[in-house]
């Protein structure tokens, strides 16, 4: 079973202070994804990534930003977090190779901004 | 405008009821249509994937139709379990995770 890994699972932040959240998988999976989840709105894409060293910017890349070092690890940094980003963020990974690719997603990590 | 409508917002049934949950679109290209599951305060897990200009999968008690001309998929639960109790997202798009379209979710209460 493909496995995506997220940390932490809920952080508080201060306004204006550094935020990363992690993420991990083990699926050799090339594509990995940052959405984020609000109340009244279906998941939105802020970063992917296709590759190792690079990232590309989502729907909302706005005061985010991505990394990408190896294939397993794809972290999301907010330099200056604000309240309006408080919200929870999921990682995913697919398969790109497949026909119909599936997103595996981690469970979350529930961001409060202060 | 919400490219990804779901209805109904939400649900309450019983334990053994089956239920329809509907899924109207407008995002394009619509290739893949998936439907998930959240479990509260967790991720989504693929239920069933639809890609056929008119198509049906079946997953267990999941079953699931998708309408490409209407735009309209469903997604049938049969013999409702208490386990059911979660959120189910729809989501459309090309073969790409990168374009895919996320509805909102229907959150689904099975009660005893």
């Known amino acids: 079973e493909a496995a995506v890994t997220q940390s932490p699972r809920s952080k508080v932040a201060v306004t204006g202070g550094k935020v990363t959240l992690s993420c991990h998988q083990t699926?050799?999976?090339?594509?990995m994804y940052w959405y984020r989840q609000d109340t009244g709105h279906g998941l939105r894409l802020i970063h992917y990534?296709?590759?190792?060293?690079?990232?590309e910017k989502g729907d909302i890349p706005d005061g985010y930003k991505a990394s990408r070092p190896s294939q397993e690890n794809f972290s999301l940094i907010l330099e200056l977090a604000s309240l309006s980003q408080t919200a929870v963020y999921f990682c995913?990974?697919?398969?790109?190779?497949?026909?119909?690719?599936?997103?595996?997603f981690g469970s979350g990590t529930r961001l409060t901004v202060l | 405008k919400t490219q990804v409508e779901q209805s109904p917002q939400s649900l309450v049934v019983r334990q053994g009821e089956n239920c329809v949950l509907q899924?109207?679109?407008?995002?394009?290209?619509?290739?893949?249509l998936r439907w998930f599951k959240q479990d509260t305060g967790k991720g989504l897990v693929s239920l069933t994937v639809?890609?056929?200009?008119?198509d049906k999968t079946s997953n267990g008690r999941y079953s699931a139709t998708l309408d490409k001309d209407a735009k309209h998929s469903t997604l049938h639960i049969t013999a409702t379990l208490l386990d059911d109790t979660a959120t189910y997202i729809c989501?459309?798009?090309?073969?790409?995770?990168?374009?895919?379209?996320f509805g909102t979710g229907t959150k689904l209460q099975v009660v005893p």
């Open positions: 995913a990974s697919s398969d790109r190779g497949r026909s119909a690719e599936t997103l595996y």
């Open positions: 699926n050799n999976h090339d594509y």
């Open positions: 990534s296709y590759v190792a060293d690079s990232t």
């Open positions: 899924c109207n679109y407008s995002v394009t290209p619509d290739n893949h």
């Open positions: 639809l890609v056929d200009q008119k």
């Open positions: 989501v459309v798009g090309p073969n790409s995770g990168t374009y895919q379209r």
